[in-house]
């Protein structure tokens, strides 16, 4: 088996791509260029992901080894109560589903495991944990499992069916948990990130420990939140759009340009062809240092998808939900 690529500058984001489009995305986006390709057991689209890679690999269009791609274990895919056959049957599931037989990347999804397959909320995150009164819901047991689920990752790594491991949705405080526990640090941690959530004490704490950051949402998600602070989505912000219309880029391509100058891999979703290929056509061009700064004076807090940073995490069943991480 071949060694891992290096992580590529960019990927497709595959998250909310609805199983009837995703396999023509992923087509696009490897025909137009994109080598990484980011996958979830919770996107619930894996098959029809794993139909696009089949496609791309017989043909010869690429090779398997050309490719990146990474996938994520559900909260129900922890080694729950020291379950590793949880861990062991996802990592089947999701090969068998994307007609591969290792993976670049596995990431745990989220830093907390439930028993129960968690219902999704419209906004995406496993909801609810929490009843409108603040009690825990009663249908769901969550524990933070991420240290045996992580013990499981790398050994995983350790037989050469994933070339990579990492973390998605970790605090500071979590991936230092992993290190007070003598593991090896993830690879990679993958988080919400754009102008809007810039998380400056995450990417300079993953930086000091070569920890890569992968950016979901980079565009801020286009149905994402308006906040207070500034009232419009990301890609309508006039910061955004000047800059766009200056460059005579789109405000995608500005806010892709934006991420790669923060040093973050971004994940850009999108199922048009046009986007799939304009979103990944930044090279040649500069943002100038004033649009920078401008972009960098967004920063709001705003999430699109909650954080559960969670206390209690050295193994406690009991979560304490975490707002707003603006630094
Ligand atoms: P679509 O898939 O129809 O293109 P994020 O990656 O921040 O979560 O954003 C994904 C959202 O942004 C999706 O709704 C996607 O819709 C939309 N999107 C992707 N690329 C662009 C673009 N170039 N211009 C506007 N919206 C885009």
Redesign the pocket.
Known sequence: MSLPLPLPPLGL?T???SPG?VTS?VLHAVRSGYRLIDCAAGYQNETEVGAALATLISSNAIKRDELYVSSKLWQTHHAYGGDESRCEAALSATLSDLNLDYLDLLLIHWPFASEQLAVQTEDGTPEPFRLADGSLNPVFTVRTEYLATYRWLLSAKARGVVKAVGVSNFTIEQMEHLREEGLEAPAVNQVEH?PYLQQRALLSYCASRGIRVMA?????????KKPAAHGCA??EHAVVLDVSKKLKK????V?VKWALGKGVV???????E???R??ADVDGWELESADVAALDGLECGCR?FRSYAGEGWHGGERWVEKGDDRD
Do not use: C, D, M, W
């Open positions: 984001g998250f909310k791509s489009e995305a754009h979901y949402s980079p565009l801020g998600s286009a149905s994402g990301l890609l789109t405000a995608a391509q806010l971004p994940l850009p979703k999108s199922v048009s046009e986007r799939i304009t979103n699109n």
